[in-house]
């Protein structure tokens, strides 16, 4: 079997890597891609929304499916375009992947499938949020409607954070619609479905770190680093999870004729106190695809074939095939360049990557790295590594992932300490 994965992140890395060692995938190609994912598939220089550019190349190389990585090639419309023509695809069809790409519909979607949230309400104006704002006061978290790479979205718990938030909104994110909701405290968790628009089956539950410094300080990344499986919720709350957060939005959008096929991620709230559960727990978010860096937790731990579960999601195998774990933790912590989140440092080099993986248990994932003229690794900006440990439980596995994440240097990198404590 041939198979395509389209995107250029650790995500994808994971994704290429855990490909490339099943015996029954013959070929992987990658699109765009990385200096990293180059040692495990095949990778061509299409960019993950050049969408008539992938089904070309599918097409003239006999690829079986394409497996999509980032949310921007969904709201391109690639999964769309390949139905149409017969192509197998792992991801949901555009109007699906609203699911992500508009936190206004996400929020209709979850009330109309009773899903547990937090109440909102969405203003279509500056002057609308502002007077919601100012009547409702803080705490009140703000999110802008569209793709906004996890950096849309404001928790607002001292007053004198609404004006920048409202700058930022209305300045370089230039939201339309903003989604104003409830403050929710707890501790947060990722629940993956894989979905074939008719059933799902849950993949191992991760937990991500958002903030950029220790102890959850800092601004909004995109994810600084992943455990899997989360201690923070037992088995019994991730069947509550399915039959409550994912079940019912997988029937709502099937009765709406716009059916969801794809990896469908529900981002938790879950409340401290084990009372409070699960009653407690509260959707914040779907994402319509892996998350990054959970992806590199989990499949790191995955033993079942990945080509059944791709397959079954695609909708060319019926049988629902079973998922295997290894019996490892997970732990994966991100390197990500000067600077980021704001402004990010490029072309710097990074060494030591020969020597990370090494390192027993380690496995070592490219996010934006490239070669320069002089044949040596640098960074691109933004997250460029993300270093998976795997240990018997979450402390030996930590340990594995830092002890590899110091062996590599990189000038001014950001990097927290206290993942998986
Ligand atoms: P989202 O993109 O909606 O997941 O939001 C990004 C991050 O903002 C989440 O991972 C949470 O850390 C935080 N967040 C979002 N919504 C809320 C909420 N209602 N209450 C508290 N924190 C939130
Ligand atoms: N780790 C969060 C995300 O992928 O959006």
Redesign the pocket.
């Known amino acids: 079997m041939k198979v395509l994965v389209v995107g250029s992140g650790a995500r994808e890395h994971a994704i290429c890597w855990r490909l490339a060692m099943s015996r029954h995938i013959t070929y992987v190609a990658c699109a765009p891609g990385n200096a990293g994912i180059a040692t495990c598939a095949e990778v061509l220089p299409i960019g993950a929304t050049a969408v008539n550019d992938l089904l070309k190349i599918v097409q003239e190389k006999g690829i079986d499916l394409t497996v999509v990585g980032p949310e921007v090639a969904l709201e391109a419309g690639i999964v769309d375009l390949f139905e149409s023509r017969g192509a197998a695809i792992v991801g949901p069809s555009k109007a699906a992947a609203l699911l992500e790409s508009s936190k206004a519909f996400a929020k209709e979607v979850m009330v109309a499938a009773g899903v547990p949230t937090a109440s909102y309400d969405v203003c279509s104006t500056q002057e609308e949020l502002r007077a919601l704002c100012a009547r409702k006061g803080a705490p009140l978290v703000l999110k802008a409607d569209g793709l906004a790479s ?1 950096k849309g979205v404001f928790v607002i718990t001292d007053p004198k954070d609404f004006e920048p938030a409202f700058e930022m909104l209305y300045g370089p994110i230039r939201a339309e619609k903003v989604v104003a909701e409830e403050f929710l405290d707890g501790v947060e968790v ?1 629940c993956i479905f894989a979905c074939n628009g008719d059933d799902l089956i849950p993949l191992a539950p991760a937990h ?1 770190y958002k903030r950029l410094r220790d102890n959850d300080e800092g601004p909004n990344t ?2 600084m680093g992943s455990v899997c499986p989360s201690p923070r919720i037992t088995g019994a709350e991730l069947e509550w999870i399915q039959e409550r957060c994912a079940a019912p939005i997988l029937k709502e959008m099937k009765r709406r004729a716009t059916p969801f096929k794809g990896f469908l991620y529900a981002g938790l709230m879950v409340p401290r106190d084990r009372a409070r559960r699960p009653e407690g727990m509260r959707v914040l978010e779907y ?1 319509t695809r892996l ?4 992806c590199q937790a989990i499949l790191t731990r995955l033993a079942s074939e990945p080509h059944e579960l791709l397959e079954w999601i695609a909708g060319v195998r019926k049988e629902k095939p079973t998922l295997t774990w290894r019996s490892e933790v997970s732990t994966c912590v991100v390197i990500a360049s000067n600077g980021y989140p704001e402004g990010v440092s490029k072309g710097d080099e990074i060494v030591g990557v020969d020597l990370a993986v090494l390192v027993p248990s380690a496995v070592v994932f490219h996010a934006s790295t490239g070669v320069n003229e002089k044949g040596k690794l640098v960074s691109q900006g933004g997250r460029t590594l993300s270093v998976v440990g795997l240990g018997p439980n979450v402390e030996s596995s930590r340990q594995v992932a830092y002890k590899a994440v110091d062996l590599i240097q990189l000038k001014g990198r950001r990097v927290r300490r206290d993942i998986g404590s």
């Open positions: 996890g990722s991500d995109g994810g994402n998350g990054d860096p959970e």
